[in-house]
Protein backbone atom coordinates (compact mmCIF):
# COMPACT_ATOMS: atom_id res chain seq x y z
CA UNK A 1 0.00 0.00 0.00
CA UNK A 2 1.55 3.29 -0.80
CA UNK A 3 1.39 6.48 0.91
CA UNK A 4 -1.73 8.59 -0.80
CA UNK A 5 -3.71 4.97 -0.29
CA UNK A 6 -2.88 4.84 3.42
CA UNK A 7 -3.69 8.07 4.07
CA UNK A 8 -7.12 7.85 2.28
CA UNK A 9 -7.59 4.72 4.49
CA UNK A 10 -7.01 6.65 7.62
CA UNK A 11 -9.17 9.11 6.63
CA UNK A 12 -11.91 7.03 5.87
CA UNK A 13 -10.98 5.41 9.42
CA UNK A 14 -11.79 8.84 10.61
CA UNK A 15 -15.02 9.55 9.13
CA UNK A 16 -16.59 6.22 10.15
CA UNK A 17 -15.51 7.11 13.64
CA UNK A 18 -16.95 10.78 13.23
CA UNK A 19 -20.20 9.05 11.90
CA UNK A 20 -20.14 6.43 15.05
CA UNK A 21 -19.72 9.32 17.68
CA UNK A 22 -22.73 11.35 16.25
CA UNK A 23 -25.01 8.32 16.50
CA UNK A 24 -23.77 7.47 20.49
CA UNK A 25 -27.01 8.09 23.02
CA UNK A 26 -26.53 11.47 24.75
CA UNK A 27 -25.60 9.84 28.15
CA UNK A 28 -22.83 11.24 29.79
CA UNK A 29 -20.89 7.83 29.60
CA UNK A 30 -21.59 7.81 25.94
CA UNK A 31 -20.56 11.30 25.28
CA UNK A 32 -17.14 10.74 27.45
CA UNK A 33 -16.01 7.48 25.70
CA UNK A 34 -17.85 9.20 22.45
CA UNK A 35 -14.89 12.42 22.47
CA UNK A 36 -12.06 10.25 23.19
CA UNK A 37 -13.05 8.36 20.80
CA UNK A 38 -13.55 11.31 18.09
CA UNK A 39 -10.04 12.34 19.47
CA UNK A 40 -7.95 9.61 18.83
CA UNK A 41 -9.64 7.77 16.06
CA UNK A 42 -9.52 10.99 13.99
CA UNK A 43 -5.89 11.68 14.55
CA UNK A 44 -4.49 8.84 13.31
CA UNK A 45 -4.57 10.01 10.11
CA UNK A 46 -3.78 13.78 11.16
CA UNK A 47 -0.51 12.17 12.45
CA UNK A 48 0.25 9.70 9.79
CA UNK A 49 0.40 12.94 7.14
CA UNK A 50 2.73 14.84 9.72
CA UNK A 51 4.67 11.55 9.76
CA UNK A 52 4.86 12.11 5.63
CA UNK A 53 6.46 15.38 6.41
CA UNK A 54 9.29 14.66 8.68
CA UNK A 55 12.22 15.58 8.20
CA UNK A 56 14.37 12.49 8.92
CA UNK A 57 14.19 8.97 9.44
CA UNK A 58 14.33 9.38 13.33
CA UNK A 59 11.81 12.04 12.90
CA UNK A 60 9.37 9.74 10.85
CA UNK A 61 9.94 6.78 12.93
CA UNK A 62 9.27 9.14 16.41
CA UNK A 63 5.35 10.55 14.59
CA UNK A 64 4.93 7.03 13.65
CA UNK A 65 5.36 6.18 17.33
CA UNK A 66 2.26 8.68 17.80
CA UNK A 67 0.02 7.03 14.92
CA UNK A 68 0.77 3.71 16.51
CA UNK A 69 -0.49 4.77 19.76
CA UNK A 70 -3.41 6.90 18.83
CA UNK A 71 -4.92 3.83 16.65
CA UNK A 72 -4.14 1.33 19.76
CA UNK A 73 -6.36 3.95 21.79
CA UNK A 74 -8.84 3.95 18.99
CA UNK A 75 -9.57 0.24 19.73
CA UNK A 76 -9.10 0.88 23.34
CA UNK A 77 -12.08 3.22 23.27
CA UNK A 78 -13.83 0.81 20.90
CA UNK A 79 -13.41 -2.04 23.22
CA UNK A 80 -14.85 0.16 26.11
CA UNK A 81 -18.43 1.33 24.07
CA UNK A 82 -18.98 -2.62 23.95
CA UNK A 83 -17.93 -3.73 27.30
CA UNK A 84 -20.45 -0.96 28.84
CA UNK A 85 -23.14 -1.92 26.95
CA UNK A 86 -23.51 1.39 25.19
CA UNK A 87 -23.03 -0.14 21.44
CA UNK A 88 -23.47 -3.52 20.51
CA UNK A 89 -19.87 -5.41 19.77
CA UNK A 90 -21.09 -6.33 16.65
CA UNK A 91 -21.78 -2.80 15.41
CA UNK A 92 -18.50 -1.88 15.88
CA UNK A 93 -16.67 -5.09 14.68
CA UNK A 94 -15.87 -3.48 11.16
CA UNK A 95 -14.64 -0.76 12.61
CA UNK A 96 -12.17 -2.57 15.33
CA UNK A 97 -10.84 -4.70 12.72
CA UNK A 98 -10.03 -1.65 10.36
CA UNK A 99 -8.03 -0.25 13.22
CA UNK A 100 -6.47 -3.09 14.29
CA UNK A 101 -5.03 -3.44 10.41
CA UNK A 102 -4.11 0.04 10.70
CA UNK A 103 -2.28 -0.59 13.47
CA UNK A 104 -0.42 -3.72 12.43
CA UNK A 105 0.67 -1.93 9.28
CA UNK A 106 2.14 0.89 11.17
CA UNK A 107 3.74 -1.61 13.99
CA UNK A 108 5.54 -3.49 10.80
CA UNK A 109 6.57 0.08 9.30
CA UNK A 110 7.78 0.71 12.50
CA UNK A 111 9.59 -2.20 13.17
CA UNK A 112 11.10 -2.50 9.37
CA UNK A 113 12.35 1.08 9.76
CA UNK A 114 13.81 0.56 13.13
CA UNK A 115 16.18 -2.40 12.08
CA UNK A 116 18.16 -0.45 9.54
CA UNK A 117 18.61 2.63 12.26
CA UNK A 118 21.92 3.05 13.54
CA UNK A 119 21.94 3.22 17.26
Known amino acids: MNEQEFKERTRKLALRVIRLVESLPKTPSAQVVGRQLLRSGTSIGANYRAACRARSKAD?????GVVEEEADETIYWTELLAEAGIIERERLSSLTKETEEILSMVVASSKTLKKGRPR
Open 60 to 64: FISKM
